[in-house]
C-alpha cells in the first residue's frame, strides 16, 4: 500500500513554517518602538499610535518589494541586506509625504523554508527598521514549492506612517527658482537590476566574486550594496527648515519621478554635471553602450532622494546635512516650462 499523502509530501513543512515564525517573533524584539501591543506571532500586530504632538494626524501606507536584486542574493546566496533593501523601498515611498513609519510587515514567500535563510532575511529587515526608527510588526511566511525555484523566494514589504494634515509634502508650491537637492545613493539601490544583469552578467559575462578598475569591490558586493534609507535624517530636515517637495528616486530615475511633485507648468532643470556618479553605473553604461537618457530613465545615477526647497532654505538644509554622513548636493533649479523635466 501506498503511504499516506499529507502536507509534508506535498512539499509544505508546516513545523518549520512555526520554528520560523517563533524565531522571527524573537527577532523582531530588535525592531520595536513605542506603541507595539503586539507584533510577530498573533494573527495580526497591533499598534496605538500616539497622536501627542498632532492636530489632524493621517496615516500614509506603501508597499514595495525587492525585486530582481534577489537573482544576485541567490547566485551569492548572501541573504543578510535584501531585507534592509525590502524596508527602504516602503518607507522612502511614504517619507516622501513626510511621513515618519511608525510598523513595517514583511511577506517571505519561499519555494522551501531553510531556516538559516529565513533567519538572514529577517535580520535584514530588522536592521532596516532599525534604520527608519520603525517597528516589525509582523508577517508572513509562506512554503509554496510549485511557484519558486529550489534556494529562491520572493520578498516584498508594507509600511504604515503618521503625518500631520498640515504638514504633509505634496509639492503644490513650488515655484520657479526654488533648489533641488539631491541626495546620495549607496547604488543601484533596488531598481534597474533588469538591466543591469543583462548588461553585465549575460552581454559581458562578468563575474561577481570577480572586482573591475570602476569598482571598490567586488561586482557582487557591490550590486548588493543595501538600499539606503534617508528617514532619520529627512525627518530631521523636515522639522527645522521649510521642504516644498519630497521625491524618493526609484524606478524611472530622476525623470520619471521629480516630475510626480511638480505642479502644472513647472519644470526640473537637472543639472547632470553637479554631483558624482559611482562606478556601477559607468560601468553599466560602458559595458551595455547604454545611451545616458536611458540609463537615466532606469537608475538612479548617484541620487537616491531629492527635496525641493527656496534658495535660503536649501542653504539651511545644507548647513545641517553637512554635519552629518549624508551627501547632499545642488543638482538644480525649478524653472517655467511645459517640460517637465530637463537634463543639462
Not at 203 to 217: I, P, Q, T, Y
Not at 315 to 330: D, H, N
Request: hydrophobic share 45%.
Amino acid at each position: 500500500m501506498s503511504e499516506d499523502l499529507n502536507y509534508r509530501a506535498a512539499g509544505v513543512d508546516v513545523e518549520a513554517g512555526d520554528k520560523a515564525a517563533a524565531k522571527i517573533k524573537e527577532l523582531s524584539a530588535r525592531a520595536i518602538r513605542p506603541g507595539v501591543i503586539a507584533g510577530p506571532g498573533g494573527f495580526g500586530g497591533m499598534f496605538a499610535p500616539d497622536f501627542k504632538g498632532y492636530n489632524n494626524p493621517v496615516l500614509v501606507a506603501g508597499c514595495d518589494g525587492v525585486g530582481t536584486k534577489l537573482k544576485i542574493a541567490f547566485q551569492m546566496d548572501k541573504h543578510d541586506t535584501v531585507g534592509i533593501d525590502c524596508v527602504a523601498m516602503s518607507v522612502n515611498d511614504i517619507l516622501a509625504q513626510g511621513a515618519d513609519p511608525l510598523f513595517f510587515l514583511d511577506y517571505i514567500a519561499v519555494a522551501k523554508l531553510l531556516q538559516q535563510q529565513v533567519e538572514e532575511i529577517v535580520k535584514g529587515i530588522i536592521e532596516g527598521c532599525r534604520q527608519a526608527g520603525c517597528a516589525l510588526l509582523g508577517g508572513e511566511t509562506a512554503e509554496m514549492p510549485d511557484l519558486y525555484n529550489p534556494g529562491e523566494y520572493d520578498l516584498a514589504g508594507f509600511a504604515v506612517g503618521l503625518v500631520d494634515r498640515h504638514n504633509i509634502v505634496d509639492g503644490s508650491t513650488i515655484t520657479e527658482g526654488d533648489v533641488i537637492i539631491g541626495l546620495g545613493s549607496s547604488g543601484l539601490h533596488s531598481n534597474g537590476f533588469s538591466l543591469a544583469r543583462k548588461v553585465l552578467l549575460e552581454h559581458s559575462a562578468m563575474k561577481l566574486d570577480k572586482g573591475h578598475n570602476l569598482l571598490d569591490v567586488t561586482l557582487g558586493e557591490e550590486l548588493l550594496k543595501p538600499t539606503k534609507i534617508y528617514v532619520q535624517d529627512v525627518l530631521f530636515i523636515l522639522k527645522e527648515c521649510k521642504v516644498k517637495g519630497l521625491a524618493n528616486i526609484t524606478g524611472g530615475g530622476l525623470p520619471s519621478k521629480l516630475v510626480r511633485i511638480l505642479p502644472e507648468g513647472m519644470q526640473a532643470e537637472v543639472d547632470q554635471s553637479s554631483w558624482p556618479v559611482s562606478g556601477i553605473f559607468k560601468l553599466i553604461e560602458q559595458a551595455g553602450a547604454v545611451n545616458r537618457e536611458e540609463m537615466f530613465k532606469t537608475f538612479n545615477m548617484g541620487i537616491g532622494f531629492c527635496l525641493v526647497a527656496e534658495p535660503a532654505e536649501a542653504e539651511k538644509i545644507f548647513a545641517l546635512l553637512s554635519k552629518g554622513s549624508l551627501s547632499a548636493y545642488p543638482i538644480g533649479r525649478i524653472r517655467k516650462g511645459a517640460q517637465k523635466f530637463h537634463l543639462i
